[in-house]
């Protein structure tokens, strides 16, 4: 992990300890950081030199797309709102700077058929030995548990064995983004798979203490990046693996493990939506069940019918670059 280097290193460090004690996750915000640190010290900065023209120069020599300015742009604001908060400084310089203007975002949505085949796909590399069983079935269960429960992917890689409630069937999750609890009940299909790994886990493990609800052979749960690896392989075995890619003003993103989320919420909204009631009310629901802070939040999944039509739209521009 790369340190910061700085004038400002300590207090960097130092707000990043504090996020991570409202549970948030630290490696997007960690990584914007970086860049300012790095400009602080390639321009010799002092507390001074925090002018409006200072970021204005920063925000041009960063090399990204405009959402990703703009997040470098945030996180730093974030950083010196909370120098405010400590009494280091009184006035934060940005925050009236302007913010480029972004592009739409469009989430890769897996069809239900699609979810379907991944999950296939997933079941069919388990290995067989005894070593690599458990491991694997826990990617899959993982896995099942991002589609079919519309989970983050660090929520059930951090559930506790107590966590799982057999007998009303709900998984309580506990302390993830914005430090919300909740509990959830779960598809009767997902029991199945978590007491087939529970069974699985006992006969290799009969004696194990690990307080995790998914482990692996050696007692340990499984890690954010070994689940993107594996998810990644998977998607590219079912010929579902593309690059993001930017038409106009519209950036449509890669499949990743948070595109089950989105799937989830979506797929959920169409089915209400078929059953000729309105989605519209069941947005606070949704909302506690994939713990969102406030059900607003969950109501961009109401342009379902856009971002399909879209995803359509990037296949077709794909197809004539190939024919081309």
Same mark, same amino acid.
Do not use: A, G
């Given at each position: 992990m790369k340190p910061f280097e700085s004038f400002l290193a300590p207090k960097l460090d130092e707000f990043l300890a504090y996020r991570e004690t409202l549970g948030y996750s630290l490696k997007t915000i960690r990584y914007h950081l970086l860049l300012f640190?790095?400009?602080v010290m390639e321009k010799n900065a002092g507390w001074h030199s925090f002018q409006p023209g200072f970021f204005l120069d920063m925000?041009?020599? +960063?090399?990204l797309e405009k959402n990703s300015v703009n997040a470098n742009i945030w996180a730093t604001r974030n950083f010196f709102q909370f120098l405010i908060r400590q009494g280091h400084i009184k006035e934060n310089p940005l925050q009236d700077f302007p913010l480029l203007k972004k592009n739409t975002i469009v989430p890769? +949505?897996?069809s239900p058929e699609q979810t379907d085949q991944l999950l296939e796909a997933i079941c069919k590399r388990i290995r067989k030995t005894k070593h690599r069983f458990l491991k694997d079935l826990a990617f899959y269960v993982t896995? !099942? @548990?991002l589609a079919r429960c519309g989970m983050r +992917? !660090? %929520?059930? @890689?951090r559930l506790q064995r107590h966590h799982y409630r057999r007998d009303d069937r709900t998984l309580y999750i506990e302390k993830t983004k914005f430090c919300k609890d909740r509990l959830i009940p779960i598809p009767k299909d997902v029991v199945s798979e978590i007491e087939n790994y529970l069974s699985v886990r006992e006969s290799i493990l009969p004696h194990d203490k690990s307080p995790f609800l998914l482990i692996r052979t050696d007692q340990r749960p499984l890690t954010d990046n070994q689940v993107r690896f594996l998810f990644h392989q998977a998607v590219k075995e079912i010929g579902l693996d593309q690059p993001k890619r930017v038409i106009g003003n519209v950036n449509f993103l890669?499949?990743?493990p948070h595109s089950l989320r989105h799937s989830f919420a979506v797929y959920t909204l169409l089915k209400i939506r078929k059953r000729g009631e309105n989605p519209q009310h069941a947005l606070p629901v949704l909302a506690a069940y994939m713990g969102h802070s406030e059900y607003k939040y969950t109501s961009v999944y109401l342009r379902v019918t856009d971002a399909i039509s879209r995803k359509q739209l990037v296949d077709f521009s794909l197809?004539? %670059?190939?024919k081309e």
């Open positions: 640190d790095r400009y925000r041009s020599h +960063i090399k890769f +949505i897996f896995v !099942s @548990l +992917i !660090s %929520e059930p @890689l890669q499949p990743t197809w004539q %670059e190939k």
